[in-house]
């Protein structure tokens, strides 16, 4: 059973979502925040396995939320899935360099948002290839060092040729089976490859590894592979 909890400063949303989690079999609402604060707070008293994080909530907005709960021993296993009304909404990068594990617009269909908490709920993240990549290409321009407890991108030094190639489709947005597709591998030795990566890089999760091959020059602006990549 999937716990999740949902953040939203509006109580209509919060309400829509609730029935919307709570008519799936597999998983159900353990609590409901209108700030911040109120989700930290309820992440710990719900151990949630996912929080639906709106981004601009008062007290303590949807990303410092989610820096503290990365940052959180205690929560190591919750991991929080950004909710936003636009696709180009500019503090969608913030947030994944805060910890979080991937971004949904609120106006996705039911089945789809579903889908979203399954897919972070099992420790993947939950990042569609244009809109994503888009983001992260035109905010990691600014001066900015890595997320807090990601991987650093000289780090990438310690993989592999295979191991980049991997690691620059999953910037991408590919997900294992489609990375398998591209380079000719089983699903199995794609889902390895990732998992080693993460492994090497201390990466949190996908998302960290998309913002690592950004920052490193691995994949350029555009969706093309870098120098050396």
Same mark, same amino acid.
């Given at each position: 059973? $999937?716990?999740?909890?949902?953040?939203?400063?509006?109580?209509?949303?919060?309400?829509?979502?609730?029935?919307?989690?709570?008519?799936?079999?597999?998983?159900? %609402?353990?609590?409901?925040?209108?700030?911040?604060? #109120?989700?930290?707070?309820? !992440?710990?008293?719900? =151990? !949630?396995?996912?929080?639906?994080?709106?981004?601009?909530?008062?007290?303590?907005?949807? $990303?410092?939320?989610? =820096?503290? $709960?990365?940052?959180?021993?205690?929560?190591?296993?919750?991991?929080?899935?950004?909710?936003?009304? @636009?696709?180009?909404?500019?503090?969608?990068?913030?947030?994944?360099?805060?910890?979080?594990?991937?971004?949904?617009?609120?106006?996705?269909?039911?089945?789809?948002?579903?889908?979203? $908490?399954?897919? %972070?709920?099992?420790?993947?993240?939950?990042?569609?290839?244009?809109?994503?990549?888009?983001?992260?290409?035109?905010?990691?321009?600014?001066?900015?060092?890595?997320?807090?407890?990601?991987?650093?991108?000289?780090?990438?030094?310690?993989?592999?040729? =295979?191991?980049?190639?991997? /690691?620059?489709?999953?910037? =991408?947005?590919?997900?294992?089976?489609?990375?398998? #597709?591209?380079?000719? /591998?089983?699903?199995?030795?794609?889902?390895?490859?990732?998992?080693?990566?993460?492994?090497?890089?201390?990466?949190?999760?996908?998302?960290?590894?998309?913002?690592?091959? @950004? #920052?490193?020059?691995?994949?350029?602006?555009?969706?093309? !592979?870098?120098?050396?990549?």
């Amino acid at each position: 059973m $999937i716990r999740v909890l949902l953040a939203d400063d509006q109580t209509l949303v919060r309400e829509a979502f609730a029935m919307l989690v709570d008519s799936a079999p597999d998983m159900r %609402v353990v609590g409901q925040a209108a700030t911040g604060r #109120e989700a930290m707070a309820a !992440a710990r008293a719900g =151990r !949630a396995d996912v929080v639906l994080m709106d981004i601009r909530m008062p007290d303590l907005d949807g $990303i410092e939320a989610t =820096r503290l $709960i990365a940052a959180d021993d205690g929560l190591a296993g919750v991991r929080v899935l950004v909710l936003t009304t @636009y696709d180009t909404d500019d503090h969608v990068v913030p947030a994944l360099r805060a910890g979080a594990s991937g971004f949904l617009v609120k106006d996705t269909r039911p089945a789809d948002l579903l889908d979203a $908490i399954r897919t %972070v709920a099992a420790g993947e993240a939950l990042l569609s290839p244009g809109p994503t990549a888009r983001l992260i290409a035109r905010v990691l321009r600014l001066p900015e060092g890595p997320p807090p407890g990601g991987p650093a991108p000289e780090r990438l030094a310690a993989l592999s040729e =295979r191991e980049r190639q991997v /690691l620059a489709l999953v910037a =991408r947005g590919l997900n294992n089976t489609e990375v398998a #597709e591209a380079l000719g /591998l089983s699903p199995l030795t794609a889902k390895t490859h990732v998992s080693r990566i993460m492994g090497k890089l201390g990466a949190r999760d996908r998302a960290q590894l998309v913002i690592a091959a @950004y #920052e490193s020059g691995l994949v350029a602006p555009g969706g093309t !592979a870098g120098p050396g990549g």
